[in-house]
């Protein structure tokens, strides 16, 4: 087992090392933009997707659509900035809202994120291998196996460690951001030429019969879903080299720029080549094979895509265990999340994490487009809280307070808008989200009760009552008399002043039970065994009804009880299955009991 | 826990009413006949799908096929009756093999056995799957589901006990008995008044281009494996009333006259109505509808199919548990396996056999089809080699030896001849097996080994040599300073001659490290408190080489070493999860050093 993870996870770091850890804006760019970029994977299609329910004359609809969206990412890039200037220590939903909105507001963004992040990752992986199967139609039909099998392996890179994770993820993105850009220029410059004749489905402009406001503002909520991601760097600003609000504030704006052109452009493409969604082959896989033609830039552009995805569902491997450190550091969280691994990362958060999303690949059978709406929600709220906390802050500074609020301002109202187009359009999809949610803050509120409680049990009083007892007494559980008994004796009569040995008979064999205590006699002839009859072959319960009657009487002469559980260690770790299994539940099950100490002695086998 | 135990599997019972829980003839057929009366389900189906790889018109040789099965129904069944006779303890393959050819044989029989016992479960809910969603086409595309779901509701049934299953299970095997021996009669008088004319896809004995023996060995391969499960009843005499042998020979005759005539009326009315086979509806659903047409008494059918394959897979959860039983008596398997549950099941038995059906229907994607080759091998094998077991137990009898053995040296023979057929023409659907049973027999003997070497090395040497310690040491884990400390500081002077308390600090938080020793040393001013720094955030490595050196020392002057590891009880049960993660992993890779006893007091919290 050691041997395994050593091979897996690598070598312990020390604790200092930790510092060293530190991001360029070079390697934040790869490291935390991989989930907003990689939208583009799917943006244009959920858009086209909710369209072409109508027909697929509506696709033309897709470009207002898109430049509502850019103006959606660049008030929400102007808010981040604000955000990441007045937060610089990581200004996450949480501990905005929390700080500035109450701890109600901070826990409903922090459980929104949570399950956000589940979602980033399951809808990143399954977009990866929509890209995969869409340039090897092979693999069709097996997108959640290899969606579980990227899952497993962005988790073991993460229990790994995060710098390495870190300068071995910037060649994918950077792969993506240059083939995207020449997909784009190329695509532009043969319309230009002419070699590109205009193809579209109809017309800017043109009147399609039955097209609603719901149905162009699914499709825009469907698109919003592309800023999933935006957020990202705001929450991760003491990952950054120093100064570190700067160089954060630099990264977000580089971003978003990147971001703005390449939706807009493979939407435009999209309209202008008239690519109709198919089920096999994704939007952006037409877009590419249209522009390149199916060639090596073709596969390279697939391959890409599938890459800087499965980074983008590496964002949430950094982001959801730190922020169930956070909430575990509150005591809201069980506090494994706050332990360290052997490589610095929170182990507990990134299994929880890659199990979660797991479970959501099989629940949605790894299908993006269902999965899409419940991000959006899980994306947009703790967006609006952590908006309105930034109000709220700017607020309580005084001054102009409003002029530096103004960006959070249009930030929170766009925000809370689609929130609200997804609950009155989208609620068929989105209505998990709304049961989970609720359970997750009782949940919290549950924990962090518990807590409390403990700790105020826990807490020392001044004078404390020392106790003197007048002796031991020490049980000692007997299966078959062997060489583990003479060792657990001698040791029993080292600390008891008063030793039993009990030994617990199934009806089933009579004549077992007379030679053991003949056996037992002849060897510990002043030891006295008691024999306890079991009638439901189960030995746990007679070994603990017969110890507390033993512990009520012990207490009576002021003794201490021991329960002396002997085992015996095979020379080989593996083996330990095949012995052991009653002397574990024995323990396990004393050890729920008041006033008693167990205590497990080891007689180690030597072959 | 233990409540939700208690409603699933219900109230423990007595170990003495065991002997109630006897088979009436009656109850037996239905409890150990549905394996191989089930296969009427598939059976038929199976040879067709080989013929027809060639052409439908091939599909008149399933009648001489048919007939080929019919004699080794009838050799099979004769022979099991001697086994009965002969072994009325119970005659599994394993005993009679490891009674009359020696140990390997009889492990190479068990071993089959057991991958066979959970390949009767998967086959038969996977067949049972199919004949649901043959008659409720929506369900489609969800058989593996389906089949999971009926695996995990027999396991739930088997852990509460044997004869509750029985009554429980008796109604859908004589349903199934009616509803196929009124379908064969309607659909025998059908043909006889003309009102199902001939549609056969060809004559019989028509000639067709490109049969060739090696497809009829294919085909007949196939067919046969509408045999597994003839030998249940010679493995469960014990559970018969008496006189046993008497009751459980008669049944096995009624059975096998039962699955006789199914049999041959089902493939004669299915070549009569010339069905061919369906992907999305079974053969056996064809010939109902077709019979019956799609009224009533055709969903009757179908779900009487669907319950006497749960009803057969429920053989393989009792005979798994009983042969899993019988190999950890003689130590190959691992001994939880001889474990009584609290219903008087084996209960690790049933659950190690669920699994293990559960990981085949996934890897087959519950497919029929291609499950039956590896069932036939696994069915065959231990056939083959009990039957010559008992070739060898009639020559070690001696006198007019060879008569009794006929009826067993003709199922020899043709088992063997089944198993070259599958050797020759299906090794690319049996190799699994080849390389899973070895591996099986490997561990068996590994355990084998381990368990004799281990009883030996814990034998009581008649000398004994007692030992008398000079003093104890105690070494107390203290992490903050709390309630829990207090009384563990009694309970170590209580037993110590020597008290030491130990606490590890972490490299990142020093003030923290000088207020536990300040508040230690105010409170319990005559202990030295050990403070050992770990710069790896593991607490358990450098609890265990702290431990390791104290108890070299207290061995020097002839001391005992006891680790007392303080942990709080919460109040409820699930809260533990919230604590102790620690104190349980020190705890266990303590248990694994020498010399060191590990003791735990519990400190129980009141609210």
């Given amino acids: 087992m050691d041997y395994i993870k050593r091979i897996l996870v690598g070598k312990p770091l020390k604790s200092g090392t930790g510092d060293d850890h530190k991001l360029s804006k070079f390697a934040a760019l790869a490291m935390l933009s991989s989930d907003a970029l990689s939208s583009v994977a799917y943006g244009t299609e959920q858009i086209v997707l909710v369209l072409v329910t109508l027909s697929t004359a509506a696709i033309w609809y897709s470009l207002p659509i898109a430049l509502a969206v850019l103006v959606l990412l660049i008030s929400l890039t102007l808010s981040y900035r604000q955000i990441i200037h007045a937060y610089p220590q990581g200004g996450g939903a949480y501990v905005v809202s929390s700080q500035n909105l109450g701890k109600n507001f901070g826990l409903i963004a922090g459980s929104s994120l949570l399950i956000d992040y589940m979602l980033t990752v399951a809808v990143s992986v399954s977009a990866g291998s929509e890209a995969i199967t869409s340039a090897i139609p092979e693999l069709y039909g097996h997108q959640v196996a290899i969606s579980v099998i990227i899952v497993l392996v962005l988790m073991l890179m993460n229990l790994r460690g995060l710098r390495e994770s870190a300068s071995f993820l910037m060649f994918p993105v950077y792969c993506f951001i240059g083939v995207t850009a020449l997909l784009i220029v190329v695509g532009v410059v043969k319309i230009l030429i002419g070699q590109a004749p205009f193809h579209a489905t109809s017309a800017v402009g043109q009147a399609i019969p039955g097209v609603s406001v719901a149905l162009l503002l699914r499709s825009f909520s469907s698109g919003s879903a592309s800023l999933t991601g935006v957020e990202a760097i705001s929450n991760a600003v003491p990952f950054f080299k120093k100064p570190r609000a ?10 978003s720029i990147i971001l703005g052109c390449f939706f807009c452009g493979i939407t435009f493409l999209n309209y202008w080549y008239g690519i109709v969604p198919e089920e096999k082959v994704t939007v952006l896989s037409q877009v590419a094979s249209h522009v390149f033609g199916k060639n090596i830039l073709y596969i390279l552009f697939q391959f890409a895509t599938a890459m ?9 491997f950094s982001a959801f265990p730190m922020l169930s450190f956070n909430l575990a550091k509150d005591k809201y969280m069980p506090h494994m999340y706050m332990e360290r691994g052997d490589r610095l990362g929170y182990s507990n958060g990134i299994i929880t994490l890659a199990f979660g999303a797991i479970v959501l690949l099989f629940i949605f059978q790894g299908s993006t487009e269902r999965l899409i709406p419940l991000y959006s929600i899980g994306v947009f709220i703790p967006f609006a809280l952590s908006q309105s906390g930034m109000v709220r802050h700017w607020n309580k500074q005084g001054g102009v307070w409003f002029v530096k609020a103004i960006p959070n301002i249009i930030g929170a109202i766009i925000s809370y808008a689609i929130i609200i187009i997804l609950f009155v359009f989208r609620m068929a999809d989105i209505w998990p989200f709304f049961i989970i949610m609720p359970i ?5 509120y549950a924990i962090h009760k518990h807590y409390i409680s403990v700790a105020e049990q826990l807490r020392l009083r001044d004078e404390i009552q020392e106790h003197e007892f007048s002796g031991n007494t020490v049980v000692v559980l007997v299966g078959n008399v062997t060489q583990v008994d003479i060792g657990a004796i001698n040791y029993a009569r080292s600390i008891g002043d008063h030793v039993i040995a009990m030994h617990v008979a199934t009806d089933e064999n009579k004549s077992k039970e007379e030679e053991i205590k003949q056996e037992f006699s002849r060897h510990f002839p002043d030891i006295r065994l008691s024999v ?17 009657l033993v512990s009520k009487n012990a207490r009576k002469h002021n003794f201490t009880t021991t329960v002396l559980v002997p085992q015996f260690v095979p020379n080989r770790r593996w083996q330990a299955v ?6 574990l539940r024995i323990r396990y099950y004393l050890s729920w009991r008041e006033h008693i100490v167990v205590a497990n002695y080891s007689y180690h086998l030597k072959k």
Wanted: hydrophobic share 50%.
């Fill in 246 to 255: 700067k160089n954060a504030a630099a990264t977000l704006a580089m971003m």
């Fill in 532 to 548: 306890v009859h079991s009638s439901y072959r189960s030995i746990v319960g007679p070994v603990v009804r017969y110890v507390d």
């Fill in 440 to 444: 997750l803050l009782y949940v919290f």
């Fill in 578 to 583: 095949l012995h052991n299994q009653t002397s």
């Fill in 308 to 316: 800087i995805l499965a980074v983008a569902a590496n964002t949430g």
